[in-house]
C-alpha cells in the first residue's frame, strides 16, 4: 500500500466520521481473517500495519501444548497476500463501516428522543411547576420502588421506624 491508501483511509474516516485508528484496526481485523483463511496459515498469527509506510506484514508465533506463544514473532507474509487479501479487506471495511452508521443513527435517535422528552416536561413544568414536580417525583418512586428489597418508612419526627407492609408478599408457611 501507499500514500494513495493513506489518503483514502483519511477521506474515509472524515466522510464517515470513524478515527483513522478504528480504520486501520478494522483494516488489520480483515486482512488477519483473510490470513487465517489461506491454507497453511500459522494458528497464531496477527496483522501488523505500519501508518507511515502503509507497510502490511502478517506475523506469528508458535505455540506450547497449552496455547501459550513461546519464542520469537517471525514474518509468514504470503507472496500474493495482498491480491487475496483485498477483497475480503473491502467486504469487511464495509460491514464495520455499516456497524458504524447503525450505531451512529442508533445513538441520534436516543438523543433526540431523549432532547424530546426533555422539552416536553420543561413546558409542562412552565405551565404547572408543583405538579410537574410532584408527578416526576410519584413517576421515579413507580419505578424504583419495586427493586427495592426492603422498604422503611420513617415518620417525620423520626419518632420510630415503620416497615412497609407487604400485600403482595408471601409469609407464613401455607396449610
Known amino acids: 500500500?501507499?500514500?494513495?491508501?493513506?489518503?483514502?483511509?483519511?477521506?474515509?474516516?472524515?466522510?464517515?466520521?470513524?478515527?483513522?485508528?478504528?480504520?486501520f484496526a478494522a483494516l488489520a481485523d480483515a486482512l488477519e481473517s483473510a490470513y487465517k483463511r489461506m491454507p497453511d496459515a500459522q494458528e497464531y498469527a496477527w496483522v501488523t500495519?505500519?501508518?507511515d509506510t502503509m507497510d502490511i506484514r502478517v506475523m506469528a508465533q508458535e505455540?506450547?501444548?497449552e496455547g501459550d506463544p513461546i519464542g520469537e514473532e517471525f514474518d509468514v507474509t504470503p507472496d500474493n497476500?495482498?491480491?487475496?487479501?483485498?477483497?475480503?479487506?473491502?467486504?469487511?471495511m464495509t460491514q464495520r463501516i455499516?456497524?458504524?452508521?447503525?450505531?451512529?443513527?442508533?445513538?441520534?435517535?436516543?438523543?433526540?428522543g431523549d432532547a424530546a422528552r426533555f422539552n416536553s416536561l420543561l413546558s409542562?413544568?412552565?405551565?404547572?411547576?408543583?405538579?410537574?414536580?410532584?408527578?416526576?417525583?410519584?413517576e421515579t418512586?413507580?419505578?424504583?420502588?419495586p427493586k427495592l428489597k426492603s422498604k422503611v418508612i420513617v415518620d417525620g419526627d423520626t419518632q420510630g421506624i415503620l416497615p412497609l407492609?407487604?400485600?403482595?408478599?408471601?409469609?407464613?408457611?401455607?396449610?
Open 1 to 23: 500500500m501507499n500514500a494513495e491508501m493513506m489518503e483514502a483511509l483519511q477521506a474515509l474516516a472524515v466522510d464517515k466520521g470513524i478515527s483513522v485508528d478504528a480504520l
Open 49 to 51: 500495519i505500519d501508518p
Open 63 to 65: 505455540l506450547d501444548e
Open 81 to 92: 497476500f495482498g491480491r487475496i487479501a483485498a477483497q475480503t479487506a473491502r467486504q469487511v
Open 98 to 112: 455499516r456497524e458504524a452508521d447503525g450505531y451512529r443513527l442508533k445513538r441520534i435517535n436516543e438523543a433526540e
Open 124 to 138: 409542562e413544568y412552565a405551565k404547572a411547576p408543583e405538579v410537574t414536580k410532584r408527578r416526576i417525583y410519584i
Open 141 to 145: 418512586m413507580q419505578e424504583v420502588m
Open 165 to 175: 407492609l407487604n400485600l403482595g408478599g408471601q409469609t407464613g408457611v401455607k396449610p
